[in-house]
């Protein structure tokens, strides 16, 4: 028998019997209850302190002369021989003896990598993977110790956090913008040519938070600034439809002309003509504007020059609805059909296919690349599928005609003359909630992740919590966030984003309702006068 494994059997025979020396045989071995001063723990040769107490170590005779000879014998073995050794160690060990090596190990185990990265030239791997923090995350990462500080810091994490979520969430971005931080992130140079210090982010960062939660209270209390656009002319008796962006505003309106607004002077840049009915519907993107009329055409024109470039005779009856996106256009008519058209070029339109199955009116359609989505006042919604243009189904539930929907993925939100407003899952028809509160018709609606806004002919407009909304255990009555009201006539369409409301109405007026900047004197009740511009045609 070699050397080793006579060291072997005498040290599992050792091991045997210390385990004996202060246990009584006919008990098994129980675990120990630590009192306070109780053990004195050992400093060990790799720096970790041993569990187990001296009071122990006294009764087992001889215990540091075998431990020495056992060590030095174990430190000439290769680390296979020492890694199968312990394991035959182990093996033989009780459960409580296993939780005091499991204690022992675990902070051995451990590995600060974030610090032993930048050591070793890897700073970008460091650097990289706390950058997938969220905020409350990296400040807790700042506090672990100076080299994690000195990485995020390095590293311009907090910049590359508040780039993600510009890029990421609509509102971030929005808010960079108008509150001119954004010429700090990205690719953006400041004005001065220097990019400030992490430390400038880090800063900046609750200062954007505390923005973000004002925003939303305002929107939860009611709180606005309010400007108003008096666009009325001697023949006209509303503003029938709209549509903004941060430049501009533009309306059509049943005096048979587009106007176009400077959103920051609320001056009337360009008033288009051609219509020979009321404008009752219009889009436009950042090349044309198109426009329905109760003349029963659609008319194209440039968004820059506002030159008529193109007019589509086909519904007989007034246009009341469209939508158009990637080359195809849909219409519809009091003449109760839909037509589907191919968008080539602004002067390249063509009819692709009629929809017909309404017994009324179509007062709405809406669309995306698998559901045409339209709404009558036969009461029903109608899907069909915009490759074939075949229907699909019919959503029924609304008990009077209905006036405006919105779709957009599953969800189909739609509002009625029965005064209410259905919320619909569009893959199998099913009516998720039915919000009820305005007085009147509801005549426009849109909604957006966290919110929905109508509008009706009691002249009130009404935001309401879409996630609540779609939770069937929310109660009714929670479901309606603010009514607001400054409108003197039915409203007849709705914009929002997430800083604002605009509205137009029958009492010729466009309503802007700044939920971002806020006048003071609001905190306490009061409201300050509106901002007013007046057009008044020539």
């Not at 090349?287 to 968004?303: M, N, Y």
């Not at 020059?305 to 609805?321: D, Q, S, Y």
């Not at 990637?326 to 037509?339: E, F, P, Q």
């Amino acid at each position: 028998m070699d050397s080793d494994s006579i060291l072997h059997d005498k040290i599992v025979e050792y091991m045997n019997a210390s385990g004996r020396d202060d246990l009584n045989e006919a008990e098994p071995p129980r675990k120990l209850v630590l009192e306070k001063n109780t053990f004195n723990q050992t400093k060990l040769s790799n720096g970790t302190s041993s569990m187990i107490s001296a009071k122990q170590r006294a009764a087992s005779n001889s215990y540091e002369t075998q431990k020495e000879q056992c060590v030095k014998y174990f430190d000439q073995w290769t680390e296979t021989d020492q890694v199968e050794f312990v394991e035959n160690l182990i093996s033989r060990m009780c459960h409580y003896q296993h939780g005091h090596i499991n204690s022992y190990l675990k902070p051995m185990l451990q590995r600060d990598f974030i610090t032993v990265l930048p050591a070793r030239g890897l700073d970008h791997i460091a650097e990289n993977i706390l950058s997938f923090l969220d905020a409350r995350s990296l400040c807790a990462a700042e506090l672990v110790c100076k080299e994690w500080y000195r990485v995020i810091s390095d590293g311009m994490l907090w910049k590359k956090l508040m780039e993600r979520m510009v890029r990421t969430d609509s509102l971030w971005k929005g808010l960079s913008e108008r509150r001119g931080w954004i010429q700090y992130l990205l690719k953006n140079k400041p004005s001065d040519g220097i990019l400030p210090p992490d430390s400038f982010y880090r800063s900046l960062y609750p200062q954007i938070i505390q923005d973000i939660e004002t925003i939303e209270s305002n929107w939860r209390c009611g709180h606005h600034g309010l400007q108003r656009i008096h666009c009325h002319s001697e023949t006209s008796k509303g503003v029938y439809c709209l549509q903004y962006d941060d430049q501009k505003i533009i309306s059509g309106l049943r005096d048979n002309t587009i106007k176009i607004w400077d959103k920051n002077t609320l001056e009337c840049k360009n008033v288009l003509t051609g219509h020979t009915g009321s404008v009752l519907c219009l889009q436009y993107d950042d090349k044309v504007i198109i426009t329905g009329s109760s003349d029963s055409t659609v008319r194209v024109w440039d968004v820059g020059t506002g030159e008529m470039l193109n007019t589509l005779i086909h519904h007989c009856e007034a246009v009341l609805h469209l939508r158009f996106t990637n080359g195809m256009m849909v219409t519809c008519s009091k003449d109760r059909s839909i037509a589907v058209w191919d968008m080539s070029t602004s002067t390249d339109i063509t009819l692709r296919r009629v929809l017909v199955g309404h017994r009324a009116a179509v007062n709405v359609v809406d669309f995306d690349d698998k559901y045409i989505v339209s709404a009558s006042g036969d009461r029903t919604i109608k899907v069909w599928n915009t490759g074939s243009c075949e229907f699909v189904r019919t959503l029924n539930g609304h008990k009077r005609g209905i006036a405006c929907l919105q779709y957009r993925d599953r969800l189909v939100v739609s509002g009625s003359s029965d005064n209410t407003i259905r919320l619909w899952d569009i893959e199998c028809g099913a009516c998720l909630r039915v919000l009820e509160g305005h007085e009147e018709l509801v005549r426009c609606i849109r909604f957006d992740n966290k919110r929905i806004v109508s509008g009706a002919y009691d002249g009130k407009i009404k935001v309401w919590d879409l996630v609540a909304a779609l939770d069937p255990r929310s109660p009714a009555g929670t479901l309606c966030l603010r009514t607001l009201v400054e409108h003197s006539g039915r409203v007849f369409r709705l914009q929002f984003d997430e800083f604002q409301i605009v509205s137009s109405s029958h009492d010729d007026t466009i309503l802007i309702w700044d939920f971002l900047n806020v006048p003071s004197d609001q905190g306490d009740g009061s409201q300050s006068a509106p901002r007013t511009y007046t057009y008044v045609s020539r």
